[in-house]
């Protein structure tokens, strides 16, 4: 079932907890997912790197009014090919069923529809690190001693299962720094992908979650 309850947790004082482990691929699992979908169903949500509100829509399902820097919740639809409208720029999709995935605005580029694998572990959180730049990224602990997610190919993916935490993180191109990360807070069951559009010299890393559910 494909259900969440958002859950809060206090935050660890101590240092971050990693701990590796598989990657469960069993569609309908994990904190990233939306609401009950029919058996099959593909689901889709929007990222909006620009500056400005924007609408997306993908055949009949609308993703309206998304924030700068924020995303839309996951629509279910039955898979397939569709065209898909992302502000003024249109691109063809094709959903598979069972699968996760985010259309990206980007500034001055074309938007890309990006494959979110699922994630069942309910004992851990999922750290993600999509990387739309043009640039190999690591994320790092704020210090900068101990790699999370260690070096993300550019247009590649890159996670890791850690213990429920709240902690500061920072992206690191090499030894550069490019960015301190705000403190995210992950909870059992879910997962959290930091996007980074943008190219070497200005890139845009940003924690993208569900948005919060209110009931």
């Known amino acids: 079932m494909?259900?969440?309850?958002?859950?809060?947790?206090?935050?660890?004082?101590?240092?971050?907890?990693?701990?590796?482990?598989?990657?469960?691929?069993?569609?309908?699992?994990?904190?990233?997912?939306?609401p009950v979908a029919p058996k099959g169903s593909s689901f889709v949500r929007a990222y909006n790197a620009g500056?400005?509100?924007?609408?997306?829509?993908?055949?009949?399902?609308?993703l309206s009014d998304i924030a700068p820097l924020a995303s839309s919740d996951f629509s279910f639809l039955p898979p397939g090919s569709y065209s898909a409208q992302v502000g003024s720029a249109t691109l063809p999709v094709k959903l598979d069923a069972n699968r996760y995935y985010t259309l990206v605005n980007q500034p001055g580029t074309a938007p890309k529809l990006v494959e979110?694998?699922?994630?069942?572990?309910?004992?851990?959180?999922?750290?993600?690190?999509q990387n739309l730049s043009d640039s190999a990224l690591t994320l790092k602990t704020a210090?900068?001693?101990?790699?999370?997610?260690?070096?993300?190919?550019?247009?590649?993916?890159?996670?890791?299962?850690?213990?429920?935490?709240?902690?500061?993180?920072?992206?690191?191109?090499?030894?550069?720094?490019?960015?301190?990360?705000?403190p995210v807070s992950l909870a059992r069951g879910e997962?959290?992908?930091?996007?980074?559009?943008?190219s070497a010299g200005k890139l845009s890393p940003v924690w993208v979650k569900r948005p919060a559910q209110t009931n």
């Not at 979110?116 to 690190?129: G, I, S």
């Not at 997962?191 to 943008?198: A, F, M, P, Q, R």
């Open 2 to 34: 494909i259900s969440q309850t958002k859950r809060s947790w206090t935050s660890y004082a101590c240092a971050l907890a990693l701990g590796l482990g598989a990657l469960h691929a069993e569609a309908g699992e994990g904190g990233l997912y939306g």
């Open 51 to 62: 500056n400005s509100e924007l609408s997306v829509s993908v055949g009949n399902t609308a």
């Open 116 to 129: 979110e694998p699922p994630f069942a572990n309910k004992q851990k959180a999922l750290l993600r690190v």
């Open 143 to 182: 210090d900068g001693k101990t790699p999370v997610v260690e070096a993300v190919a550019p247009n590649g993916r890159g996670e890791r299962e850690i213990n429920p935490v709240k902690v500061g993180l920072a992206l690191y191109d090499g030894e550069r720094k490019v960015s301190d990360l705000k």
């Open 191 to 198: 997962v959290v992908c930091l996007y980074v559009t943008g």
